[in-house]
């Protein structure tokens, strides 16, 4: 795929996957910013990991539209509505069905599978996110406990499948932890 016709798929997946972000019930609409987060991390890693580029970043930003409905099975939901939206998206059938498997495994409970290397990116991109995200941090701080917080980044790391994702958020969860140890006294 050429660069502008890239430019433009892009345009439209980010088009249709902010519709989505936008009707998130637990972020008042604010999600995007994940997402964003998301991608930068995905591409990050697929860098340093030698992976595709445009199946990470297509899954990245396509990764929670199904959170529209909640939190729960938001992963398989987000499977569906990207599986109808690239009906009409010329995209070769084993690109499409990998970013589909990026879409559906990204949940941690999936990261100890044995999946292709941009699943496993996807996964930790997301990790890394939720780890890198000022807003999701204070939101925690505000809903957790001090000890499930740090339980949280105790397993963390575990939650990594990848060792370049797990270099780069081994300072940011001990700032995290001492963080949350000295608000919490």
């Given at each position: 795929?050429?660069?502008?016709?890239?430019?433009?798929?892009?345009?439209?997946?980010?088009?249709?996957?902010?519709?989505?972000?936008?009707?998130?019930?637990?972020?008042?609409?604010?999600?995007?910013?994940?997402?964003?987060?998301?991608?930068?991390?995905?591409?990050?890693?697929?860098?340093?990991?030698?992976?595709?580029?445009?199946?990470?970043?297509?899954?990245?930003?396509?990764?929670?539209?199904?959170?529209?409905?909640?939190?729960?099975?938001?992963?398989?939901?987000?499977?569906?509505?990207?599986?109808?939206?690239?009906?009409?998206?010329?995209?070769?059938?084993?690109?499409?069905?990998?970013?589909?498997?990026?879409?559906?495994?990204?949940?941690?409970?999936?990261?100890?599978?044995?999946?292709?290397?941009?699943?496993?990116?996807?996964?930790?991109?997301?990790?890394?996110?939720?780890?890198?995200?000022?807003?999701?941090?204070?939101?925690?701080?505000?809903?957790?406990?001090?000890?499930?917080?740090?339980?949280?980044?105790?397993?963390?790391?575990?939650?990594?499948?990848?060792?370049?994702?797990?270099?780069?958020?081994k300072p940011q969860i001990e700032k995290l932890k001492k963080l949350v140890r000295e608000?919490?006294?």
């Open positions: 795929m050429n660069v502008t016709a890239y430019a433009e798929l892009i345009a439209q997946i980010e088009k249709f996957a902010r519709k989505y972000c936008k009707r998130d019930p637990d972020y008042n609409g604010e999600f995007w910013s994940h997402v964003q987060l998301v991608r930068e991390f995905a591409l990050r890693l697929a860098e340093i990991e030698g992976a595709d580029k445009q199946i990470v970043e297509i899954a990245a930003l396509l990764h929670d539209i199904g959170r529209y409905q909640g939190r729960k099975d938001h992963h398989t939901r987000g499977y569906e509505i990207a599986n109808n939206f690239f009906e009409g998206i010329d995209l070769p059938e084993k690109r499409k069905n990998l970013i589909l498997k990026c879409i559906l495994k990204h949940r941690t409970r999936f990261h100890t599978e044995d999946n292709e290397l941009e699943v496993k990116i996807v996964q930790s991109a997301d990790t890394l996110a939720a780890l890198f995200s000022d807003e999701w941090q204070e939101y925690c701080r505000k809903t957790i406990s001090k000890n499930e917080l740090l339980e949280f980044y105790d397993k963390a790391p575990k939650l990594l499948n990848l060792e370049s994702a797990r270099k780069m958020a608000w919490h006294g």
